[in-house]
């Protein structure tokens, strides 16, 4: 072999490991990049009014799947009016608040409107708490009258916290981006009162500000103290927890968004 031929030969190793050297640098700018980006996009998003529900430093981020999860579960019959208003309690704290007739703040659920969250999983029945948050309640039953909620998802799910809907952002698997950031367009004053954060309690999402509250709602999983008095709480569920447990369970990506959609319907039932 010719000096030629060497030489050719280690220019030709000296270039390879030159490009691979090239392209992972540019690989680890480009993730440099992108967190730098989402970083940014998280400051704006707060600045904006990104509405959210502050997650307590002791909730682990538990069963994080990045694979597409099959949409296997059949759609759930609409509960028949008779259905939803005979509806009994099924959690304990549920029924301590009914008892508790002398606590004006605390409605007897029987006698107030309902709402049915129909999912794919399982209907959860809704009973509010009109003493304590009226503002919350009509804002909540006229935007499910309006058909508002229907087609939106539940975009954050965190097992042993809470699980959120109710951003019209949602209705789009193209917005993605934007899941969290959406609203009805008006607010909600602050109407925070001494309920506390139970499981299966409904409460009120809202960003920096407390009178922020639009559309955006989460259903406890688990009870949580700190969140009390500083979110509205305004109903609790009848019936349905396990669909929550359900929900809360699903495989999920690095933003707490379920793998697989799972859409609302919202059905107001009244006397």
Known sequence: MNKNKILIIILSLLLTVSFMFI??????????????YLEEKAKEDAKKGDVDVKKPEDVEK???????????????????????????????????????????AIDKLFDSPRIAINTKYGNIVIAFFKNAAPKH?????????????????FHRVIPGFMIQGGDPNTKDPSKVAMYGTGGPGTTVPAEFNKIPHDRGILSMARSADPNSAGSQFFLMHQKYPSLDNQYSVFGAIIKGID?????????????????????????????
């Open 23 to 36: 392209v992972s640098s540019c690989k680890s700018k480009a993730e440099q990049y992108r967190e730098a």
């Open 62 to 104: 538990k069963d994080v799947e990045k694979k597409d999860a099959a949409e296997t579960t059949p759609p759930v019959k609409e509960l028949t009016k008779e259905e939803a208003m005979n509806a009994q309690p099924e959690l304990d704290y549920v029924k301590k608040y009914l008892e508790n007739t002398d606590d004006k």
């Open 137 to 153: 309640v009509d804002n909540f039953i006229k935007l499910s009258k309006e058909g508002f909620y229907d087609k939106t998802i």
């Open 243 to 271: 669909v929550v447990d359900k929900v809360v369970n699903l495989p999920r990506n690095e933003r707490d968004l379920p793998n697989e959609r799972v859409e609302m319907t919202m059905k107001v039932y009244e006397k």
